[in-house]
């Protein structure tokens, strides 16, 4: 699915400022109260930021134009630096998390004052809301122009800065909700499990996110089709050309956030003559990417059936 990379770096540049700020206060406030579950949240935000810069080097890298050794374009290099990202918040966030929680567990912390944190985490709610709430426009607005619902765009986009974003922003207002039941459950038992607890289930669920997101982006990276609902579309484009008698084979790959390469095997109706087949090419080519903008090579290649 084609989007837009203006927006999408927009999002990423929202994203990072949040989350920086937002490690920041967390870690003074953690430091603060020596609670687990914040320092685990103050790793979170760091790892997210680390994630938006590497979000952003693909966004720029993805966006170059194909040149003498690269002719297919820089596209893939979005899917490596986003799968970098992801390996960031997996090693970053979910390692530091799981580990100091399982430490407080097993030798336990007294906490300090956690008035700090509360104000931390309330204010950081908002914040990642906001830069939530930025990612759900653009996926509103793409979802819009290619007439789907906003999670089936989420399941199969290829704009993996936007599909990061929003996971690590859901996933971010769930870690503070989880943070702040640790602390009130330890405040109110006097015992450090419930923080050490919460500081595992943060690790644990940045784990899944950056799990679902590596294998999203390695798929993208070794070669994935275009989503069944265009490959369709385009087969529906190519047999209504009136010299087409047959599809024989249809390729298709992402060869970058929101670009779409096009290889099809096509049997002409023999009436239709060599010149024939070359105005249909060209005529098929320039559909095929008024219909789909994101489709920015096509390859078609005339392929006789056996027929009789």
């Not at 793409?142 to 906003?150: L, M, N, Q, W, Y």
């Not at 089709?225 to 369709?232: K, L």
């Not at 970058?256 to 049997?267: E, L, N, T």
């Amino acid at each position: 699915m084609a989007e837009k990379s203006g927006d999408s770096l927009a999002t990423v540049l929202v994203a990072g400022a949040a989350n920086l700020t937002i490690a920041l206060a967390k870690l003074v406030a953690g430091l603060i109260g020596g609670s687990a579950a914040m320092l685990s949240e103050a790793a979170h935000s760091a790892a997210d930021t680390v994630t938006e810069l590497l979000l952003l080097v693909s966004v720029r890298r993805s966006g170059k134009p194909p040149d003498e050794r690269h002719p297919f374009g820089y596209g893939k290099a979005g899917f490596f630096w986003a799968m970098m990202a992801a390996v960031a918040t997996l090693v970053g966030g979910a390692g530091f998390s799981v580990t100091h929680g399982v430490h407080e567990i097993s030798h336990g912390e007294e906490l300090g004052n956690l008035t700090p944190s509360y104000v931390v985490l309330a204010v950081s709610f908002v914040i990642e809301g906001v830069s939530l709430s930025k990612a759900l426009s653009q996926l509103r607005a793409a979802a819009g122009r290619h007439k789907i619902r906003p999670l089936r765009l989420v399941r199969i986009t290829s704009d993996t800065a936007l599909k990061a974003v929003l996971f690590e922003d859901a996933a971010a207002l769930v870690g503070l909700v989880i943070a702040a039941i640790g602390l009130l459950g330890s405040q109110w038992s006097g015992s450090a499990l419930w923080d050490g607890a919460a500081s595992v289930a943060i690790g644990l669920l940045l784990l899944v996110v950056a799990l679902i997101l590596i294998q999203s982006n390695l798929s993208l990276l070794i070669g994935q089709a275009a989503p069944r609902q265009v490959e369709t579309g385009i087969r529906a484009v190519l047999l209504a050309q009136p010299e087409v008698e047959e599809v024989v084979e249809l390729l298709t790959m992402m060869i970058g956030p929101g670009s779409i390469m096009v290889a099809a095997k096509i049997d002409f109706c023999d009436e239709a003559g060599a010149a024939g087949v070359e105005i249909a090419c060209d005529r098929l080519d320039r559909r095929l990417r008024d219909r789909f903008p994101g489709v920015n090579l096509v390859f078609l290649d005339p392929t006789p059936t056996r027929r009789g």
